[in-house]
């Protein structure tokens, strides 16, 4: 079992930046496939990025070149740099860990508006 935890979401206006934490519990993280999802209001939840146990990353054509994911083995903890932030990126942000088994955190709102 594995349990996420994430924190960062805020309220932040158009162009600005914000980082989204999460921590997993457990000994496995090391070896855990990790990604952050969204889900704005009336659509369906969609990959933002995601990172193997290796460090290889791959993102949403919507947020190549704004949004860096990263992973912290030794505190079992990823993170998403969010750069020039826009509207249509307000929804609620999600972190997945994948290994045999989807586990996903509680979810962080994040809301981009002037």
């Known amino acids: 079992q594995v349990q996420l935890v994430e924190s960062g979401g805020g309220l932040v206006q158009p162009g600005g930046s914000l980082r989204l934490s999460c921590r997993a519990s457990?000994?496995?993280?090391?070896?855990?496939?990790m990604g952050w999802y969204r889900q704005a209001p009336g659509k369906q939840r969609e990959l933002v990025a995601r990172?193997?146990?290796?460090?290889?990353?791959n993102y949403a054509d919507a947020v190549k070149g704004r949004f860096t994911i990263s992973r912290d083995n030794a505190k079992n903890t990823i993170y998403l740099q969010m750069n020039s932030l826009k509207p249509e990126d307000t929804a609620v942000y999600y972190c997945?860990?994948?290994?045999?088994?989807?586990?996903w955190g509680q979810g962080t709102q994040v809301t981009v508006s002037s």
């Open positions: 997945n860990a994948a290994i045999i088994d989807d586990y």
């Open positions: 457990g000994s496995i993280f090391s070896i855990l496939h």
């Open positions: 990172i193997t146990p290796g460090g290889n990353t």
